[in-house]
Antibody, heavy 116, light 112 residues
Framework: VQLVESGGGLVQPGGSLILSCAAS????????INWVRQAPGKGLVWVAI????????GYADSVKGRFTISRDNARNTAYLQMNSLGADDTALYYC??????????WGQGTLVTVSS | DVVLTQSPVSLPVTLGQPASIACRSS???????????LSWFQQRPGQSPRRLIY???KRDSGVPDRFSGSGSDTDFTLKISRVEAEDVGVYYC?????????FGQGTKLEIK
C-alpha cells in the first residue's frame, strides 16, 4: 500500500492550489480517502473525506466552501482543490486511506505554504 | 463538532515502565449503528502518523501487543504496558463516529 501526495508549494494569500494523492498497492476504488493536515509544530487536523465513488464528501468547518475533495478511480488518484488560501492553511497535507472509520495508511505529505 | 481532550499533554516515562493516555470526548462516540469509532495514532519525530488502535480496542497489524486501547461512550484510554525507546513521539486520539472527524490535541511521550 502506497500513497504519494504532490502539488504542494508556495502560494500567495487568496490563491489556489490542487493537491494530488496517487495510490498504489490496493484496490483504490474500494476505499474512502481522507485528507489531514498538520501546521508546523502543531497537531493533526482532519480536513476532508470522500467515499468510494465520489458521491459523498465531508469537510471540516474551517475549509468548507473553500476546499473540494474529488477522486478519479481510473487514475487511482484523489485530489484536494484549495481556494481562497490564507496563512492558517499553511501545513503539511497528508492523504490517508480510510479503514474502519479512521485514516489507516498515510502518505508522506506535501507542504503548502501560504505567504506573500 | 466533537471535541476530544487528551491528558496529560506531556508524559515523561522511565524505560520499562507503563504509560497511560486519556482521551475524553465532549459527547458520546457511539453512533446510530451502535459502533464506536475511536482510534489512536502514534507520530514519531519526523514521520507520518501511524494508526495503532481502531474501534476503541482493536490493534492494527504489526502493532506490538504492549499497546492496548479501552473505554466506552466518552472516556477512552491508550496504555503502553512497558515503554521502549522507540515509543517516543506524539500520540493522538481521533473520533470517526460523526463528521467532521476530530483529533485530540496530542500527548508527547518522552523518556525520563
Amino acid at each position: 500500500v502506497q500513497l504519494v501526495e504532490s502539488g504542494g508549494g508556495l502560494v500567495q494569500p487568496g490563491g489556489s492550489l490542487i493537491l494530488s494523492c496517487a495510490a498504489s498497492g490496493f484496490s483504490f476504488n474500494n476505499y474512502w480517502i481522507n485528507w489531514v493536515r498538520q501546521a508546523p509544530g502543531k497537531g493533526l487536523v482532519w480536513v476532508a473525506i470522500i467515499n468510494t465513488d465520489g458521491s459523498t464528501t465531508g469537510y471540516a468547518d474551517s475549509v468548507k466552501g473553500r476546499f473540494t475533495i474529488s477522486r478519479d478511480n481510473a487514475r487511482n488518484t484523489a485530489y484536494l482543490q484549495m481556494n481562497s488560501l490564507g496563512a492558517d492553511d499553511t501545513a503539511l497535507y497528508y492523504c490517508a486511506r480510510d479503514v474502519a472509520g479512521s485514516p489507516h495508511s498515510w502518505g508522506q505529505g506535501t507542504l503548502v505554504t501560504v505567504s506573500s | 463538532d466533537v471535541v476530544l481532550t487528551q491528558s496529560p499533554v506531556s508524559l515523561p516515562v522511565t524505560l520499562g515502565q507503563p504509560a497511560s493516555i486519556a482521551c475524553r470526548s465532549s459527547q458520546s462516540l457511539v453512533n446510530s449503528a451502535g459502533n464506536t469509532y475511536l482510534s489512536w495514532f502514534q507520530q514519531r519525530p519526523g514521520q507520518s502518523p501511524r494508526r495503532l488502535i481502531y474501534e476503541v480496542s482493536k490493534r492494527d497489524s504489526g502493532v506490538p501487543d504492549r499497546f492496548s486501547g479501552s473505554g466506552s461512550d466518552t472516556d477512552f484510554t491508550l496504555k503502553i504496558s512497558r515503554v521502549e525507546a522507540e515509543d517516543v513521539g506524539v500520540y493522538y486520539c481521533m473520533q470517526g463516529s460523526q463528521w467532521p472527524y476530530t483529533f485530540g490535541q496530542g500527548t508527547k511521550l518522552e523518556i525520563k
